[in-house]
């Protein structure tokens, strides 16, 4: 499965940008799929991913409220809406798709097994 991510780009703080997630093909039945998220010398960042089977849906606590994750099935794509934008919201964003991702691992990056090459985002003050 490749992963194509798109929608990066310069916004001002308090403004909004849509993330883009391609998928080359309709993967297996249950997956997880998502983003994260690297801001220049910091840690790769969980920020939001769907359950495939009930699109539940889980966001890391500094994106909460503000960002919203969805799919269109009939384009193989997933979302990331982001509203309210703030500087430490800049990074590189990943998309990254896992099959045997669980609850206790959804967070963490190693669980997933697919990844976009990641698209930046700048949130100017």
């Known amino acids: 499965v490749q992963l194509q991510a798109s929608g990066g780009g310069l916004v001002q703080a308090g403004g909004s940008l849509r993330l883009s997630c391609a998928a080359s093909?309709?993967?297996?039945?249950?997956?997880?799929i998502g983003w994260f998220r690297q801001g220049s010398g910091k840690e790769r960042e969980f920020v939001a991913t769907?359950?495939?089977?009930?699109?539940?849906?889980y966001y890391g606590e500094s994106v909460k409220g503000r960002f919203t994750i969805s799919r269109d099935n009939a384009k193989n794509t997933v979302y990331l809406q982001m509203n309210n934008l703030k500087p430490e919201d800049t990074a590189v964003y990943y998309c990254?798709?896992?099959?045997?991702?669980?609850?206790?691992?959804?967070?963490?990056?190693?669980?997933?097994?697919?990844w976009g090459q990641g698209t930046q985002v700048t949130v100017s003050s």
């Open positions: 990254a798709m896992g099959r045997t991702v669980i609850i206790s691992t959804l967070r963490n990056a190693a669980a997933y097994d697919y």
């Open positions: 093909e309709r993967t297996a039945s249950r997956y997880y």
């Open positions: 769907l359950r495939s089977t009930d699109v539940t849906t």
